[in-house]
């Protein structure tokens, strides 16, 4: 994923804005994984399916909360696919 402004400015301040806004909005995501309680795999193969959906469902809220954040400090989210 890539962050621009919705600004649109791209000099050095905003590249310097940009790596304080994005060290910010990762401690916000960290802190809530800090937060969140373990995820076990159990011992049987439905336990660790139902663990890797759990995982899942958790990587996508951290990723919204690190979306939202630089939302609210005026960046736009693009994703970015690589081409094999």
Not at 9 to 20: N, T
Not at 21 to 33: L, P, R, Y
Not at 47 to 67: K, S, T
Request: hydrophobic content about 45%.
């Amino acid at each position: 994923m890539r962050f621009d402004r919705y600004d649109g400015r791209s000099d050095a301040g905003a590249v310097a804005q940009f790596q304080q806004d994005d060290a910010i909005c990762k401690g916000e995501a960290a802190k809530a994984q800090a937060m969140a309680a373990p995820i076990y795999m159990g011992h049987s193969l439905a336990d660790a399916m139902e663990a890797g959906m759990l995982e899942g469902q958790r990587n996508q809220a951290l990723r919204q909360i690190l979306v939202g954040c630089m939302a609210g400090r005026g960046y736009s989210m693009t994703v970015v696919t690589v081409q094999p």
